[in-house]
């Protein structure tokens, strides 16, 4: 058997589409050489020629005719009386083209590992060409077909079909994927798997937010606004601040659109995360006042050094500052570089005795204080100023909790 046939090899060619013939010609080339310099010790007297039609490859041997009895070495060289055997009309001082017989020359299992070699070889050119291309696109967006829905991640295919991860933890809290519908996200990071490439992929990452925004709005693609930091609690809200370059662009309104109209499709995309706008500026101040939204602040008291701001609201505010499980206020701190505190401004008002919550630490759980304060209720009177079954809704905590807690502060104040 002069040549092989490599059509099973071909078959894993045509799969790889992205990698280029004269790169896949190289590997099939240095494949079998690899076979030739270990049964000869060099390759450099031989031609590996691949029929990319066919599927075929052949092996040529070439060597110099020199008279019987000259002969010096076997690799390089031939003697007369043997050329003429393969063909006649040789004379001393040609080269002679001889065809190698494959199978008999290296043997079927030789010939068998070459070819598990060079399959090899093609998926490892496929895992390098799918690694650096998704290298080059982490924190693009990308869509894929859901193929197998699991507990805790989801598999997607891309239009090449390439595997992609969702996993649990990069889904968004609502997020329900069903078998074959399309999800989008960004690439967040390639990894190696045993010997496998693993494109994960993301829809909690602030930056799916920021691309979704470039798609929506022509202004941010343009360069003529910058979205200067994104902050988000998937699924529940997120705070973006932005910046104009032209001082003709509303970079707030440009981000909106008329009616809600360019922010509505990311909302719908985010299962409904409510998406807080501001201005971008370089006082602080009026930052804070911003990423606050949608409360509004009486006043602030800053401690640069510190990075901690004291925030005053009218009471009916304090609850909007905080905002639900408390998240409101830690988007703000994460988008500010602040730790805020918000307190109720009393100006005004007749003072009357109150007591901080801290100081039932001893008889209400600090987990329990922390609840409360987070729904803005850091005093007694804050606390007992709501009816149980509201306390109940905002803090969602239970009612024989809430019981003990009113029945220890109603107790304080009888005793005074």
Known sequence: MARINLIDSFQEFKEAENIDRPTLMKVMEDVFKTLIRKKYGSDDQFDVIVNDQKGDLEIFRRRMIVDDGDIYNTLTEIEYSDAIKIEPDYAVGEELYEEVDIQKEFGRRA????????????????????????????????????????????????????????????????????KGESVRGVVKKVELKNSQAVIIVSRTSPSFLEKLLEIEVPEIFDGLIVVKKIVRDPGERAKIAVESFDDRIDPVGACVGMKGSRIHGIVRELKNENIDVINWTNNTQLLIQRSLTPAKITSIDLD???????????????????????????????????????????????????IDLEEFSDEIEEWVIEALKKVGCDTARSVLALTAEELERRTDLEKETIADVLRILNEEFEKE
Not at 319 to 346: H, M, P
């Open 111 to 178: 010939i068998l590992a070459g070819k598990q070699t060079l399959a090899s070889r093609i998926n490892d050119l496929k895992k390098n060409l799918l690694i650096k291309k998704y290298e080059d696109r982490i924190g693009d967006i990308v869509s894929g077909e859901v193929y197998q829905v699991w507990k805790k991640e989801v598999l997607l295919l891309d239009e090449e079909g390439n595997e992609m991860i969702l996993p649990k933890s990069e889904q968004i809290p609502s997020d329900y994927f069903k």
């Open 304 to 354: 640069e050094e510190k990075k901690h701001a004291t925030v005053y609201l009218k009471p009916d505010q304090v609850s909007l500052a905080i905002g639900r499980r408390g998240v409101n206020i830690k988007l703000a701190c994460d988008l500010t570089g602040y730790e805020i505190d918000v307190f109720r401004d009393s100006e005004g008002e007749v003072d009357e005795f109150d």
